[in-house]
């Protein structure tokens, strides 16, 4: 009977009518649905009403109420060149970022992976510090530091303010891909008769050049948009968010909106030219 019982149970399961076993398997996937339902509604949604509001004819960016559709942002957008000139400083920053962190993280990268135990922790540790560090506290100290050579700020400390936390983030991203590699491959070249620097050239590089492009893209993200550290080294200088959190204060108006709207539209091309690139590569092979 017991035997019988069981069976019985076991076949309720299976039938359309367990309710239990239907919900059991459903529920999962609807909590995840609505999760990322949040997660990208919470990404999108901002840009969408920053877009939005770039059309619309009011003078302060929103939405509501809607009095009515233009173009003309895109028209003020132009004649500010208050706005370029902080867009061209930001990008020249950026890109000096990039040159400076670039080798720096990679450099220290190499020098991590290289070491062993605790001497490897503690390096880490320090190395990854500067992401833990306030960027009032970045900006504040470098100032200081530099004020007794007697520069008072400037593009130049910008750049190398940004420079000393960003190079952590392109160190990371360069240790996790050295994590993965076959240190034999350069052990066999080195055998071989090949020298440190062919080794590097031939073998490590090319191993290395996506995390180098990303940690390059993430750099440059990286400094467009910090404002902590470059508002207490910046001297007379503007940089874009700088320019921004300014007119925040005097009268912001939905040229900004048109900014970004068209800086979305470059991100956005340029992924989908990279990622066409990289599947037309892929067939290549």
Sequence with gaps: MTIALD????????????????LAD???RLIFAAYMVLFFAYLFL???VMTAATFNTSKFPTVTPWLGTTLGWFNALW????MWQALRLSVFIGLCVIAISLPVGTAAA???????????????AVMVSPLLTPGVAIGISTLILWRQ???GGGSFLIILAQSSFISAYVMLMVAARLQRFDRTLEEAAVGLGASRLMVFRRILLPYLKLSLLAAMLIAFLQSFENYNTTLFVRGTETPLTVYIATKVRTGLTPAVNALGLILIALTIVAAVAMELAKRRRGQAR
Excluded: E
């Design 79 to 82: 004649a500010d060149q208050a």
């Design 26 to 28: 459903w529920l999962p």
């Design 7 to 22: 069976a019985g149970m076991q076949a309720g399961v299976r039938t359309p009518r367990g309710g239990t076993t239907a």
């Design 46 to 48: 901002p840009l969408l």
């Design 149 to 151: 050579a007697g520069i």
């Design 110 to 124: 190499l020098f991590l992976m290289s070491l062993q135990g605790k001497a490897r922790t503690f390096l880490y």
